[in-house]
Each structure stands twice: as structure tokens, then as C-alpha cells.
């Protein structure tokens, strides 16, 4: 089956079919969402930032200059309304992803608890850093881009990029130096 | 060989030139240990069910209208090839038009020359943002491209006042300040913002030509 590259569904959206669009939201809501969660928003107002920036997205389709890198276009548009919204405090939920995972993914209840433990403590150190170091380790250390393609998303040079993530680096060892002893090897 | 310092080596490894395998052993050790962190955080986590229908339902409720698609369109980046021949038509038709215009002059209506020089001189434009919290406050806009490095305001004495005096075209500019390098907010003093489409809102700026 032939699976649309995303020019082909820019295209088409742009000529009307709201279909093709959709498609495109399925494609890319997962990933974008698991970046807000991990840029510290609840689930209600990650939620609320990926439905505004798609329909933006739609709204502004001629301004995507090149339908092939649709995604870092589309990123940058959440991007920017994450930083919109955590200039407003809404990227300090009540509740965080390690309890979401604790009640979801183990069975062992002491196990559980002693793993939400940690993930409280990684996210608390990740969330203590400051958003545009925090935005740059969470795109190398969970989501897996390079240097150069974090600062195309980011709008920074290369060496801005690399001064973040040295600095969210050095944060982050310093705060989860212990966790070394426990066994956080992948 | 040549000793490279840690530093070195993690800049060639971030820049992508050397992999993990070829760090030292220290810091193999601290990306892996960072890395396995993180992993801990890389959960699949997915988007609520119910938001690909809200979008569609957003969408369908508040349709594209096509005069914004037609805006959008002009606005739109878009590169321009021309070959040697074309590039030398369009030299040649630039120069007609502007030979055909009344006393050879390069606005219809605007006088000598020189006046229509003058009218496009930029205007000292002074901006003032109040940011408390602020170690840092810059300035960008459509007239410096949207330099994210920006132009930066002097914090006056004693005071969460920042400032700066910027020539600016004249015309009308849409403008942020950015605080502490992340933050971009409008400017309070303008009137009401405007949406830029990508998730932020920029003030307008309208800059009167300065009297020649």
C-alpha cells in the first residue's frame, strides 16, 4: 500500500480535502504530545497546546515553505506554544506522568513505587532546568535529534544548542549523581 | 594522536563528528547514565483518543477562508530559480518600466530622488518594556528578519525598566521582546496584539516617515 509522504498530504489539504489533514494529525500526535508531557505540561493542557497548534497548522498551510519538512514546521508552531504556555504556569501539573505510569504499568506495588520514585526525581530535575535547556535535553536525551536538527527546530545555532545541552548535562548529573548506584542502565 | 579535553570531546560527539563508543570511558559513562535517566521517562505515552476529533471539529467549524489562504500564499518562503536568460529579461523589463515612468522619477508622485530616499530613512524609535524579573530583555521584528539574537535594552538604573532607541524603516512592523533569551512576550504598552500564526503574539508598530 502506498503510504502519502507528508508533501503529498500538505498538498492535498491545501486544496481542501480535511482528510489529508487528518491524516497528518494522526501521524504526528503522538510524538508531539509525549514532547509537551515531557516539557512538563498535564495531560489536559498538552492536550489543549497539540489542538491549537494543529489547527493552526491547517489555518497556515501556505506558510509551511516546504511541505517535505512539515514536521519541523509543525514542531516549531508547538514548540512555540509551549513556551507561550509556560510563560503563563501551565507547565506545572498536579500530577505527573510517574503516577500515570505507576498506576499503569506495574503490577508489583513496592516495585512500582520505588520506579515512580525515580521518575520523580529524573523529572523534577529535568523540569528544574531552565525551558530552553530543558526543551533541548528532552529533544537529544528522549526523543533522539541531533544537534542540527534541534537547532533548526529551535531557532538557535548549533553551538547555542551545544551550550544548553552541556549545561542541562552538568544540572542533571549533579542532580541525579546517586541514581548512578541504582541501576538506570538502559 | 592529538589530547583532546573533555570538553572537546563532547563537543565532537554532540556535533555528531565522533559516536558515544568513541568518548573516553568517563563520559561514555555520564551520556549512558543520562540516557538510561531519561529512558525512564520515554514512556509510550499517547495522544487522548479524542484529539484528532476535536481538531477536525475545530477545523470544520472555522474553515480556511480563501483570502487568508491567498495572504498566506504571497507570505509564503519560497526560493526562486532564474536562468542567466530570464534573470537579464527581467533586468531589462525593470529598467524599461522605470524609464517610462513621468521625469524619471522612481515613485510616481513622490518628487526628486532624492525625497524618495530621504522618505524610506529609518526613524529612532524608542521602545520601553517593564520586566521586574528580567536579567535580560531584547528586541526583534520583521525589520531585522526576526534576529532571534535581537537588539538588546539597557535596564535603567534602579529600576525593572528596560530601554532602547532603534532605527526602524518606516511602515508597519510586527515586534516581540524576548526576556532572558527565551521568553517572548508583546509589548504591553502597544495596542492589541496580533496573532503571528505560529503560536505567538506580535505587537504593530506603525513608523511614520520622519519630515525631510
Same mark, same amino acid.
Given at each position: ?22 491524516? +497528518?494529525?494522526?501521524? %504526528? ?5 509525549? %514532547? ?92 528544574? +532546568? ?34 544548553? +545541552? ?12 546517586? +541514581? ?7 | ?13 554532540? =556535533?555528531?563528528? #565522533? ?92 518628487? *526628486? ?24 530583555? =531584547?528586541?526583534?521584528? *520583521? ?10 535594552? =539597557? ?7 528596560? =530601554?532602547? *532607541? ?5 511602515? #508597519? ?21 496580533? *496573532? ?10 506603525? #513608523? ?5
Amino acid at each position: 500500500m502506498h503510504t502519502l509522504s507528508d508533501k503529498e498530504l500538505v498538498e492535498r489539504a491545501r486544496a481542501g480535502n480535511r482528510g489529508a489533514f487528518g491524516t +497528518l494529525v494522526e501521524r %504526528y500526535q503522538d510524538p508531539l504530545f509525549r %514532547y509537551a508531557r515531557h516539557m512538563g505540561f498535564g495531560e489536559a493542557d498538552a492536550r489543549d497546546i497539540l489542538q491549537d497548534a494543529f489547527v493552526r497548522a491547517f489555518r497556515h498551510l501556505e506558510r509551511c515553505g516546504d511541505p517535505d519538512r512539515f514536521d519541523g514546521w509543525l514542531f516549531k508552531i508547538t514548540a512555540n506554544l509551549c513556551r507561550t504556555a509556560a510563560s503563563k504556569g501551565a507547565n506545572r501539573e498536579e500530577h505527573g506522568l510517574d503516577e500515570v505510569m505507576l498506576l499503569e504499568t506495574d503490577p508489583d506495588p513496592a516495585e512500582a513505587a520505588e520506579a515512580a520514585s525515580r521518575r520523580r526525581r529524573i523529572k523534577a530535575a529535568l523540569e528544574d +532546568l531552565p525551558a530552553d535547556q530543558r526543551e533541548a535535553a528532552v529533544l537529544f536525551y528522549i526523543q533522539g535529534y541531533g544537534v542540527r536538527e534541534i537547532a533548526e527546530l529551535a531557532d538557535a545555532s548549533q553551538s547555542a544548542i551545544k551550550m544548553r +545541552l552541556k549545561r542541562a548535562r552538568e544540572s542533571l548529573k549533579a542532580a541525579l549523581g546517586p +541514581l548512578g548506584d541504582e541501576g538506570t542502565s538502559a | 594522536m592529538m589530547n583532546r579535553t573533555n570538553d572537546e570531546h563532547l563537543d565532537a560527539y554532540l =556535533t555528531g563528528d #565522533v559516536s558515544l563508543e568513541d568518548l573516553p570511558e568517563a563520559l561514555q559513562a555520564e551520556e549512558r547514565l543520562l540516557f538510561g535517566a531519561m529512558a525512564m521517562l520515554r514512556e509510550d505515552v499517547r495522544a487522548p483518543a479524542s484529539l484528532k476529533g476535536a481538531v477536525m471539529a475545530e477545523i470544520a467549524r472555522r474553515p480556511r477562508s480563501r483570502w487568508r489562504a491567498m495572504v498566506d500564499w504571497l507570505v509564503r518562503p519560497r526560493t526562486v530559480r532564474l536562468s542567466p536568460a530570464m534573470g537579464l529579461g527581467f533586468a531589462v523589463a525593470a529598467v524599461a518600466v522605470l524609464a517610462l515612468l513621468p521625469d524619471g522619477r522612481l515613485i510616481p508622485g513622490s518628487g *526628486d530622488p532624492a525625497a524618495a530616499v530621504s522618505e524610506a530613512a529609518p526613524v529612532l524609535t524608542r521602545f520601553v518594556f517593564v520586566a521586574p524579573e528580567a536579567s535580560q530583555v =531584547t528586541l526583534t521584528g *520583521d525589520w531585522v528578519s526576526w534576529d532571534t539574537e535581537g537588539i538588546r535594552l =539597557t535596564q535603567l538604573r534602579g529600576s525593572d525598566v528596560w =530601554t532602547v *532607541d532603534v532605527p526602524v524603516p518606516p511602515g #508597519v512592523h510586527e515586534y516581540s521582546f524576548i526576556v532572558d533569551g527565551s521568553e517572548w512576550r508583546p509589548d504591553p504598552l502597544a495596542g492589541e496584539p496580533v *496573532d503571528d500564526g505560529f503560536g505567538r503574539a506580535n505587537s504593530v508598530l506603525m #513608523v511614520a516617515a520622519s519630515e525631510a
